[in-house]
C-alpha cells in the first residue's frame, strides 16, 4: 500500500543517498576544524579583552571600524601557516631548523619561550582577577588553574584537549549578552565607524595597542604544531582556511562586542578612571546592566579566555622548542623518556608564570619588557613565513598571482608595524 504524502529521504533512493553524502561531507569537514578556531579565540586574551574595554570606555565606537579592518590581517598571516602546516606535515620549528638552520632554529625557539611566559604572566593576571571578582584569592585560583592546564597535556588526546579549549573559549561569548544588555545605540555604533581621530595621542596609543594584539609569534607555532598533531593533510585546505576566517572573524567580533558594551556604558559618564582591571571593568559594565551580571559575564569571559590563552600559549612554545631539538612532541602518546623535553617545557612555562604572579613581581615592567619583545620578533616571524612558504612549499602550493602580491603587502605592513612599535615602546621606556 502506498503512503501518500511522505517524501522518502533514506540512504535506499537516490536523493537520500545524496543527502547522506552532503551530511558526511559537512560532518567530516567540521570534524577537520579547531585548529584555526581555538588560535584565534586565544588571540582575545586578557590582555586585549582589557584594551578593547578601555577603546570603547575612552573612546566610544571610534575602534570599531579598526577591528573590522585587522579581519584580513588575521586571515592572511594564519592561512600562509595553514599551508605549511597541511603541505609539509611539519610544525614551525621543524621547518625553521630544516630549511634555515639548527641555530635559527635555536634562537627562534628560545625567543618563543621567553614571549610565551610573558603572556602567560598576563594570562595568570587574567586568571587572578576574574577568581577576585567572586571573591576568591589568587592564592587559590592560580594554583587550581595550573593544576588543571597541566593536566591536561597528560590526557593522551589532542582531539580531547582541543575541545576543551573550544570550551573554554565559548565563554568569551558572554560579551554578546553584555553587549545586548548595555542596550548601545546602534545609530551612534554606526557613527563611530566614521569618527577616526588621528589627531589624538590617546586615540593613536589604544590604536597600537589593538593592532599589536593581532598577531604573536606563538598564534604561528601552535596552529602549525595543531594541524600537525590532528594529523591533517592537503586534502584539509579548504575546510582549515574557512575555519581560520571564522576564527577570525569571531575573534573581532568578540573584540567588538566588548568595545560596544563599554562604549555604551560610558556614555553620558565622567570617567574617573582608566579600565586596567578586571573588577574595574566590573565596576564600569555594572554602572549599566548591574553589579551581579557584570561580575557573571565579564568574569566567565576574561577566566575563560584567560585559560585559554595559557594553553595555547604554552603549547606552541612547548611544540616549537620540540621541533627544534627534536623531542617527541605529540599530545596523543604517553610521556616518554623521549618526550620528557617537551612535557617539562610545558609544565615549567606554567609554573614559572603562576610562581611569578604569585611573588609579585614587577609586572608591569615584565610587560613592557614582553610588549617590545612581541614587536620585535613579528617582523622576523613573519619575513620567516614568507621565507618558508617559498622555500618549504612547492610551485603548485605557493601562493600566486594578485594573492601573493595582496599578502606581501599585509604581511610587510604589519612587520613594518612590529618594527616601529618595539622601536617606540623601547624609546619610551628608556
Known sequence: MRTMGVARDDASTPAGAFAARRRGAALGALAVWGPGLVVMLADTDAGSLVTAAQSGWQFGYGLVLAQLALVPALFVVQEIVVRLGLFTGLGQGA?????LGRSWGVIAGLALFASSLGALLSEFVGVAGAGEAFGVSKWLSIPVATAFLVTLAFTRSYRRVERVALGLGLAELAFIPAMLAARPRWADV???LTRVPLADRSYLILLAANVGAVIMPWMIFYQQGAIVDKGLGPSSLRSERR??????????AIMIAVIVAFAASSHGREHAYALRTVSQMVSALGATIGAGLARVLVGAAVLGASLLAALVVSLAASWGLSEVFGWSHSLNDAPSRSSAGFYATYILSHVLGAALVLARVNIVSLAVDVEVLNALLLPLVLVTLLVLERRALSPTEQLRGLSRRVVTLIV????????LSGVGVLHAAL
Open 243 to 252: 575555519d581560520t576566517l571564522v576564527g577570525a572573524l569571531s575573534t573581532q
Open 412 to 419: 610587510g605592513a604589519l612587520a613594518l608595524y612590529g618594527l
Open 95 to 99: 621547518l625553521i631548523r630544516r630549511h
Open 190 to 192: 554606526a557613527h563611530g
